[in-house]
């Protein structure tokens, strides 16, 4: 069955430094997402991604934020200059012409 | 604007009970989806089910139930007989495309089920 992959699992920064999450979304799908959950909380829409370019942005997804397809395959979603408060779980998704988002496992990333 | 609310937080069972957990939602929109993910210990998010507007059937998948009602804009999912694996977080979410919002997930707080052996 095919799934959402992502890399890496554990990420763990200093304060201020650039961050890169990947995924490779499933592979006939064609809408894209990044959320985020902080540690006990609930999960946050980040960005949408449709068409090679942005459908809709949280007020989360600040100016240090920024998303990318490189290839026909992977998704990557970059900080730029990380803060303490960036610390969560993110979660990349897709979906095709239905409406059910499938996760990836989600990158743990930890901002010192 | 979209809201989920799971107003339960924590729900402690034993094993082989029966447990109810409760979503409430808010949509300006008319054509929507409703959704139930299992977030485990180990992190990721795994999709339960999807649940159209105009669809009001409930659905019985194994343990799983959902009740779907419209009327009182809830989509509530029922565990029977309850096992140590079902131990988790579970979110409510919706979706619409009010506004063109590209059908972005809303979740709720989530509700963590304990189920003691």
């Known amino acids: 069955e095919p799934e959402v992959t992502q890399t890496p699992s554990h990420q763990v920064t200093q304060m201020g430094q650039e961050v890169i999450l990947r995924c490779v979304p499933i592979s006939n799908h064609l809408y894209f997402y990044w959320y985020r959950q902080i540690l006990g909380q609930k999960v946050e829409f980040l960005v949408s991604f449709y068409n090679n370019e942005i459908s809709e942005k949280s007020e989360i997804f600040d100016d240090q934020f920024s998303v990318e397809r490189p290839d026909g395959s992977n998704f990557t979603l970059k900080i730029r200059s990380t803060k303490l408060e960036d610390s969560a779980m993110y979660f990349c998704?897709?979906?095709?012409?239905?409406?059910?988002?499938?996760f990836g496992p989600g990158t743990r990333l930890l901002v010192l | 604007a979209q809201k989920v609310t799971q107003a339960q937080t924590e729900i402690s069972v034993v094993e082989k009970e029966d447990v109810t957990l409760d979503c409430v939602y808010e949509t300006r929109d008319t054509t929507y989806y409703l959704f139930w993910y299992k977030q485990p210990p180990s992190g990721e998010l795994v999709f339960l089910i999807r649940r159209n507007s105009f669809d009001e059937q409930n659905e019985i998948s194994g343990r799983y139930s959902w009740n779907f009602q419209k009327s009182t804009s809830s989509f509530n999912f029922t565990i029977t007989a309850s096992q140590v694996v079902d131990s988790a977080v579970y979110f409510c979410?919706?979706?619409?495309?009010?506004?063109?919002?590209?059908?972005?997930?809303?979740f709720g707080a989530g509700t963590t089920v304990t189920v003691r052996a």
């Open positions: 998704a897709s979906r095709g012409a239905t409406q059910t988002q499938y």
């Open positions: 979410a919706l979706s619409d495309a009010y506004g063109f919002n590209d059908y972005k997930l809303s």
